[in-house]
């Protein structure tokens, strides 16, 4: 029995060991950029807590709406105040609880939501979607997104360093032994857009995959219908407009698709919700090109004047 609990003992004081210099790791860069001003998301939010009832327009979703919506060009051209809440790998669960926290502070004529069928499967990135919660003002609002949105697996994720950064852990362990040590440049950045000005290669274009369908994510469509029926109903709440659209993708790889399962569901669903949807690689007949593109999926500063000045002919008739 001693024998026992000195090794209990001694594999719990490793585990402590092991997850206090992960945690110092991975989360002291996140420290040091939150105190240096320089941390994406708590810009993104300290504007809107700090600038109450000054946006009209607020844009939200993944990564790929991110780099795709230049507030800038849109109020040159609306005179709206818009920003980009659009954040890094954001989940639908994610995107629900951010705009509870939105509505505290802001009263926007229109949320503008990008879909993508990877923001609601089964596989979530918790590093991201905590970093972005963790700059909530609400407390209650944080552990609800935890708990309510993941579950006992939430609570684990947010626990413990060695579970939540084990994507990242795995990454930087793949990194030490690969050739490839090219980093996502991120260059000017203002009122929540990323301006990229990189431009996907040749040989990153040969290693296109077929866009987000049935076969290659998990989606999950109760979830999704579940989440999707409380932002329409928290929008509708705070008398705004629900405006929903995908977000392009380089032209190359639709040509690996059988089928578009993608913009079909998300058309069939919004139809029957009576919710406006436009697909922006076939709204207006804006002509993609790859060289729009700063890598598989997300536009650079070009692809973003395309997708910008359509979302400004979707906003003028709505």
């Known amino acids: 029995m001693k024998k026992f609990l000195k090794q209990f003992a001694l594999g719990l004081f490793v585990f402590i060991i092991l997850n206090t210099i992960i945690a110092v790791t991975y989360e002291y860069p996140t420290y040091k950029s939150v105190k240096n001003k320089t941390n994406r998301n708590y810009l993104k939010w300290e504007a809107l807590h700090q600038n109450e009832n000054t946006f009209d327009l607020i844009i939200i979703g993944t990564s790929r709406a991110y780099a795709s919506f230049n507030p800038m060009l849109i109020d040159s051209v609306l005179n709206t105040n818009s920003y980009n809440m659009s954040t890094s790998a954001q989940d ?5 609880y951010s705009l509870e926290e939105i509505f ?5 004529k229109y949320i503008v939501l990008d879909l ?6 089964a596989s979530y990135d918790y590093y991201q979607t905590f970093s972005n919660a963790s700059f909530f003002n609400s407390d209650k609002r944080k552990f609800n997104l935890i708990y309510k949105g993941y ?6 994720n947010y626990s413990i360093p060695i579970v939540k950064f084990k994507n990242y ?5 793949v990194g030490l032994f690969s050739n490839n040590k090219s980093l996502r440049k991120e260059d000017t950045w203002f009122k929540g857009y990323l301006y990229d000005t990189l431009t996907v290669s040749k040989a990153q274009i040969s290693n296109f995959e077929p866009i987000s369908n049935f076969e290659n994510t998990t989606f999950n469509k109760n979830r999704f219908d579940s989440y999707m029926k409380k932002i329409m109903s928290l929008v509708k709440d705070n008398n705004s407009q629900l405006i929903c659209v ?10 690996l698709n059988d089928n578009d399962d993608e913009n079909t569901y998300f058309q069939s669903y919004m139809k029957k919700v009576n919710i406006p949807f436009y697909d922006l690689n076939s709204f207006k007949n804006y002509k993609y090109q790859d060289q729009d593109f700063a890598d598989y999926h997300h536009p650079n500063y070009k692809g973003a004047k395309k997708a910008s000045q359509q979302l400004i002919e979707i906003l003028k008739k709505s």
């Open 92 to 96: 639908i669960a994610e995107t629900y």
């Open 116 to 121: 993508f069928l990877q923001a609601s499967d």
């Open 246 to 255: 995908r977000a392009p993708y380089p032209p190359s790889r639709f040509k």
């Open 104 to 108: 505290d502070y802001q009263k926007p």
């Open 151 to 156: 579950g006992t697996t939430g609570i684990l």
């Open 169 to 173: 852990i795995k990454q930087d362990m």
